[in-house]
């Protein structure tokens, strides 16, 4: 059980804090939900607490392991599928598996890609959603800013 003012990670969306414990009637039925407010986009999302366990709520990394995670991602490279269709599932796996490494290598192979050769509208979107759930975690696990953690990446990623 999480408390108001700890730091977690909602795997679709990437990490916030909870701000609020709440009770809401939605569809007729009262639940608790935990508001949690995301540093980026200002943004805030409701999670139930009934079901945390489904959804994959877990704390935000240690910044021992945001430095794993940054190692990593220097160190990744991949054989990209060309077929589109089936690169998009696969990627689409990747990030609602909720593991930072994953969502780093999407969105490692995705901002490559887009450096050589573009992006489809969909693979621009998924590269937009993988980038703020990455960023917004080593954000708060490295307590930098998010533009440090923008330019980090592009350091690493267009190499």
């Not at 943004?43 to 392991?65: A, C, E, S, Y």
């Not at 990593?72 to 990209?80: A, F, Q, V």
């Not at 609602?96 to 490692?108: L, Q, T, W």
């Amino acid at each position: 059980m999480y408390h108001i003012g700890d730091s977690v990670v909602y795997p679709m969306h990437g990490a916030g804090v909870i701000v609020s414990i709440e009770e809401r009637e939605v569809l007729g039925e009262k639940k608790k939900y935990y508001i949690m407010e995301m540093p980026i986009g200002d943004m805030k999302v409701m999670i139930p607490m009934d079901n945390l366990q489904q959804i994959g709520i877990r704390d935000v990394i240690t910044t021992q392991k945001a430095d794993e995670v940054i190692r990593d991602l220097k160190d990744y490279s991949e054989e990209e599928t060309a077929n589109w269709n089936k690169r998009y599932r696969e990627n689409m796996v990747r990030i609602k598996s909720g593991d930072i490494f994953e969502v780093s290598h999407v969105v490692k192979s995705l901002m490559q890609r887009d450096h050589e050769k573009g992006l489809s509208t969909g693979e621009r979107k998924m590269l937009n959603s993988a980038k703020q759930i990455l960023i917004s975690e080593l954000v708060m696990a490295k307590k930098l800013l998010q533009s440090e953690v923008e330019q980090l990446l592009e350091g690493i990623c267009y190499k």
